[in-house]
């Protein structure tokens, strides 16, 4: 039986049902029936072929990276999840595990000829195809890249964050959020609200920065301390030199120079939601070196940090806030992404793209 997605033949196409093939179940495969997906900003940027360069989209373009299903066969040589299990598949599938990133768990920095292979708009390894993502209704992985689901999560709690989770979890740990320190999280978006949410749950000090006004009242809901509102120039001047690190999910290009002002002298500005250019004009260097502050980015993180991750979230009760969908509403589900307008993580239940399938 051919599997079935939903894919796009170009940027100003809507995604429509696709059959394809996933390949057969290798050694040290896993075959997952994808049970929900979560809908990140990065599938609307790359159906929409808005990055360009290393980033450029190969259609057709089946998004999908914040994968949670169930095991439903396993290769002989697997010996790390079994039929039945409960898994997870984030944003790459393959990696050389021979460098030294792959050696130190960065995965994601994967440093090979090949790179690290994502899990979508990549090409297979093996195959040299473009590799298809979650919008479908299944999968086959190795298994050193599938995660387990803690118990306490249900699988569509569980998708987004294998995107959203990491990508935020990973630089907060790195940059030490943690107590004593004050983290402000810039963006309450599908990152952003987990981010506050893993920030806290780290102990530090978190303040949502937000242009969105009706956004404070949820950010405090989700644990913030404080809410700074990044349209009021006054209360930014207040702000000033007031943050260790500012974690900024905002997924297109911004002014920054607001931002490194509220930072602390030794303070980082890490980027995550962004990978385009910001823009001539946008960084004052002396903003800077007058107080040996950082511009970094973080790209999600690696699999040991993913698995920790959702224990930690499955440990201290953190999820994502999200609305289940249909196949059928996945291109309205797009507009409103990029709109901003969903609170605050569309995940589509895959059962029903497993409808689409044509008749035998
Ligand atoms: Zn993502
Ligand atoms: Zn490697």
Redesign the pocket.
Known sequence: MPNIGYATDAADQPLAPRTFERPAVGPRDVQIEIAYCGICHSDVHQCRDEWGGDLATNYPCMPGHEIAGTVTAVGDQVTRHAVGDRVGVGCFIW?????D??KEGL?QY???DQ??TFTYNAPDPDTGEVTFGGYSDGIVVDERFVLAIPDAFTLEEAAPLLCAGITTYSPLKYWKAGPGKRVGVAGIGGLGHIAIQIAKGLGAEVVALTRTEEKAGDAKELGADDVLLMSDDGAVEGAAESLDLVLSTIPTAFDVEPYLGLLRRDGTFASVGCLEPLGEGSVNMATLSLGRRKIAGSLVGGLPETQEMLDFCAELGIKPQIKVISADEINDAFDQVNDAAVRYRFVIDADTIRAKAPAA
């Open positions: 990696s050389c595990r021979e460098c990133a792959c995965e994967c440093e090979s790179g690290v």
